[in-house]
């Protein structure tokens, strides 16, 4: 099980970069599959690690750098095929929030103070990802449906679906924009009370 649990992060490392192929490439619907493959092994991981108490040092640095990996590759592309401002703030600001996060990491390490992590299932931090996944699923599927796309002979359904996901995809960033300064001020606020100790 552990060896599962680290192929289904290895597998996110590879899909993070295999998208930026497709994508470009204009292979929107395997994009877009996958991304939702490599959303639902983030998910599959974690519960199969707690489930079957697998946890190591190196399926967490995997995890989290296989998570890294996917979203940041993801949302630079987002940046390139759709340079407006309320795609690409947020998109920075999250980007600039995960840096910050990973240095007061590592400060902790070499101050042997022991990592801020999250406590509950709905922690904000989990809440961002979840959010930040959400909102690339609809801007992916945005592109898959655009190019399929010919006209009104596609359905009413479609055309609603075409209209609905460039709304989700903008509120799920911005969503997960606040949910990302939040967890950021609860690291920052633990990070102040440990240094004070």
């Known amino acids: 099980m552990k060896f599962f649990v680290n192929f289904l992060s290895a597998f996110r490392i590879f899909a993070s970069f295999a998208i930026i192929g497709t994508l470009m490439s204009g292979m929107y619907t395997t994009t877009l599959i996958l991304f939702i493959l490599a959303a639902l092994s983030d998910f599959l991981d974690g519960y199969l690690a707690r489930k079957y108490n697998v946890c190591t040092k190196t399926g967490v640095v ?21 340079p407006v401002w309320f795609v690409v703030i947020p998109i920075i600001v999250m980007i600039a929030r995960d840096l910050y996060i990973s240095g007061l990491r590592e400060f902790l390490g070499t101050q042997k103070i022991s990592v801020p992590h999250a ?31 010919g006209g009104a ?9 075409i209209y609905a996901l460039p709304n989700i ?12 300064i939040w967890s950021a001020t609860q690291y920052t606020m633990d990070t ?6």
């Open 62 to 82: 995997l995890d989290s750098v296989a998570d890294k990996f996917l979203i940041i590759n993801t949302f630079i592309l987002l940046c390139i095929m759709m």
């Open 119 to 149: 406590t509950t299932r709905f922690s904000m931090g989990k809440i961002k990802t979840a959010m930040q996944m959400i909102a690339v699923i609809a801007f992916l599927a945005l592109f898959a449906l655009g190019a399929s796309v």
């Open 153 to 161: 002979s596609n359905g009413k359904f479609m055309l609603y679906a």
């Open 169 to 180: 995809g903008i509120f799920g960033l911005w969503f997960a924009l606040a949910a990302s």
């Open 192 to 197: 102040i009370h440990k240094l004070k100790k």
